[in-house]
């Protein structure tokens, strides 16, 4: 029956005016948690009906955090509010929803209308106010649910474009997930609306507010200390603080947010992971400066990205040049017989590659190897595949990569696209040291995001250089291999093929293994091993992308 | 390319474009024309041509365009070479519109042709006919448009091209707007032209799911048409909205159910196609 509902996602999402998924669910009545909306079983109209219900309130914002906070344990409230609701938002969502939800929510819009979900709330607790009679298959309100998928901006927009009181990121008291019904009326009292510090002790009291040590939702802010790898930040000085957007620090320009595959639910979890593009701080004077020049690589790069060009006055072609002919037949009648240069021809002369190398530059890279660091050995590799794109016209950028937790994926800039690999994009290079954590799936996100809005050609590739291990607290093991394997199907199926390189170092992770099954990968034994397989490594990845390319737009459009 | 003035051109106003088309036209200034594809760019320009009464030049620009294709050419008659004029030189010559549609599809070398057409000169140079100089004449206008967003980082109008030009922005136009649109179009029912409207401006909200474009004002007058032409709502929204925007299997059946639930409210014979309760769950 899921499979049979997926097809609702996109009208859904039309309505909402974000990504939502369409699943069975809501035993009694459907509901939504603002990301999902859980269907009743009914006859098709009605659940069709249903779901436009449940989607216009996402899209109207009744779900509004404030609100869902205020309406907790209050049934009665509750169903008055949905009852206003739903008719403000056959109001404000007439545009869009069909002619037959509209006709049939239009016995509830003859009153007067609330102009704002806190109106809606403010008219539900006058009693003496008649509610527009709310029908069945219009669901329910699930206060606990609703509040927390809450108003989450939607995939992949910049951090900087977050409403500046975006409500999900207020603190509210994260109650326990339980029926609203067993809720004490005695605590209710002192829930809501009002909060002061004597209804917060009482509440801590008996036990409804936070328990100490619990993270909001199991997903606030993750601690960086105490972590492997170095302590993040000791010598980055020029870096901003976390990025976090907050009323009182607005989002940074250039931070966009990405949404994170949870494969436990089968679903998204929007706006989930903030990123962030940085320029790395200045090297220390002793730093090594890796020679980047690898010919063998550049002679075998160089047969690769081509594509077809116009060239016009050839001496043999398969059409005629027909300005050539003319001037032939010009040179002709002054009694010049010499030049026969009258055809056109295409040939693969044209350079059309975009690549964008990806340097993990996280804690787990700093592990010693063959006298070195495993990491020294992976930016050689970076810089000599950025060095021979460069010079041979391609268009290449270069990014070093960690992260602090889910708000704080960094991009570290060796070379933009628009840049030259000069001194100053080998200093930045040089400035690179591993520390942090590696957030794989928004890093590739990120990355797959960069190319498209940067390369301006038709071929993209993604090259990472490194372990490919994706470790973080709260990102691990299969949840974390799921995402990276997610993030890269997304990346090809946007027309972004992804390799990865690496330097063998015994036994690969099972995480790693089957985070990049689907992709190609190669683990070196030397840095000038890189040559040798560099070709058909990019042409595997390359007709992998080129042949499932599609308008798959965002992560989300599956789901 | 030479589009004959048709008396009958429609047009409906969305907002000012018409005056600041207009007023350019009487000053002598080009014209940029922005906005999503099928929003109505190039009925505008016939519109305002069709207005004057002057000649409407139109091309399509494309990659492999180069400046020969709007200036003219030498060809081949007999043993001879003949020179003749491309649409550019032609409607300088006889005082028309010339549309360049989607100017950035056009490689720069073959628009920097046009530079000295935008200033005050009004000239255009001929250099492969001995250098010769035109002076355009006083019906001459050169309108561009150009699809912002549309094309990669690398093909984006110069900002000496742009600076020469009097910029109209246009957008899908307002429900209502596009209500009469439609009814002026293609001669439907109430019903189901708000029914097409509400699919349209559904359609415009998830465009970022991976469509292509999102539905038009172009396609919803197609499909339109095609339920005027006797096709049921469903039939005529699939092959006019659902099939042109997505080759996307799952993103195709996502359309056709958004299809299905905006068909209009069954009234006397059954216009959505969807036969009483047992609806076909099988896609195509």
Known sequence: ?559 | MLTQPDQRTRYVSVGNEVAVFEAAWRQKLPVLLKGPTGCGKTRLVEFVADRFGIGLFTVSCHEDMTASDLLGRYILTGGDTVWVDGPLTRAVREGGICYLDEIVEARQDATVAIHSLTDHRRELNLERLGGQRLRAADGFQLVVSYNPGYQSVLKDLKASTRQRMVAIELDFPAPDVELRILRQEAEISDDVAQALIRLGAAIRRVKDAGLREVASTRTLITAAALIRGGLPFRDAAIAAIAGPLTDDLELRDGLVTMIDAHAPPISGPDLSGRGGQGRSTKNH
């Open chain 1, 1 to 559: 029956v899921t499979g049979e509902l997926a097809r609702f996602a996109l009208l859904a999402r039309a309505v909402a005016g974000r990504p939502m998924a369409v699943v069975q669910g809501g035993d009694e009545a459907s509901y939504t948690d603002g990301a999902s909306i859980f269907l009743m079983d009914a006859p098709l109209p009605l659940l069709e009906a249903s779901l436009m219900v449940q989607a216009g309130l996402v899209g109207a914002g009744s779900l509004d955090p404030w609100v869902m906070a205020r309406l907790r344990g209050r049934r009665d409230v509750t169903s008055r509010y949905l009852a206003f609701e739903v008719a403000r938002c056959a109001e404000v969502m007439a545009g869009v929803l069909p002619l037959r939800v509209t006709e049939l929510l239009a016995p509830m819009t003859g009153g007067p209308v609330p102009s704002s979900p806190r109106e809606s709330l403010a008219w539900a607790g006058q009693p003496r106010r008649a509610a527009p009679a709310l029908p069945a298959w219009a669901g329910t309100i699930r206060p606990a649910k609703a509040g927390r998928a809450g108003a989450a901006p939607a995939t992949g927009v910049p951090a900087g474009q977050d409403p500046p009181d975006s409500p999900a990121r207020e603190a509210l008291p994260e109650h326990d997930d339980t029926d609203d019904t067993e809720r004490s009326r005695i605590l209710e009292l002192f829930a809501s609306p009002l909060r002061n510090p004597f209804s917060s002790m009482i509440q801590k009291l008996f036990g409804l507010g936070r328990a100490p040590g619990t993270r909001g939702g199991g997903s606030g802010e993750l601690s960086i200390a105490g972590g492997r790898g170095e302590r993040p930040g000791g010598d980055a000085t020029v870096l901003p603080s976390p990025i976090r957007s907050t009323p009182a620090a607005p989002g940074r320009p250039g931070g966009h947010r990405y949404p994170e595959w949870d494969y436990r639910r089968g679903a998204y979890r929007p706006g989930w992971c903030a990123a962030a593009e940085f320029d790395p701080p200045a090297p220390a004077p002793e730093a090594a400066r890796p020679s980047a020049v690898d010919r063998p690589l550049r002679r075998q790069l160089a047969g690769l990205g081509f594509t077809d060009a116009r060239h016009r006055r050839q001496p043999e072609g398969d059409v005629l040049d027909v300005p050539g002919l003319v001037d032939l037949v010009a040179r002709r009648a002054a009694g010049s017989y010499d030049d026969v240069r009258v055809y056109e021809t295409r040939r693969r002369t044209g350079r059309d590659l975009g690549v964008l190398v990806l340097l993990d530059s996280t804690g787990s890279s700093g592990d010693a190897h063959a006298g070195g660091r495993v990491f020294d050995a992976h930016r050689l590799v970076a810089a000599r595949l950025t060095a021979a794109l460069d010079e041979l016209g391609d268009r290449v950028g270069a990014f070093g990569f960690f992260s602090d937790g889910r708000e704080a994926v960094r991009f570290l800039r060796v070379k933009d696209f628009d840049d030259r690999y000069d001194h100053a994009a080998r200093e930045r290079m040089a400035a690179l040291a591993p520390r942090g954590f590696t957030r794989l799936g928004a890093v590739i996100r990120h990355a797959t995001g960069l190319i498209e809005r940067r390369a301006g050609t038709s071929r993209r590739l993604l090259v990472l250089v490194g372990d490919g291990l994706p470790y973080e607290e709260g990102y691990e093991q299969r949840y974390a291999s799921e995402d990276t394997a997610r993030a890269l199907d997304e990346a090809v199926a946007r027309g972004v093929g992804c390799i990865r390189v690496t330097m063998d170092v015994g036994v690969e992770d099972e995480v790693v293994r089957h985070a990049w099954a689907r992709v190609p990968h190669r683990r070196l034994s030397d840095p000038g091993d890189l040559a040798r397989h560099a070709r058909p490594l990019i042409s595997e990845a390359l007709r992998a992308a080129q042949a499932s390319r599609r308008p798959v737009g965002s992560a989300s459009a599956a789901c």
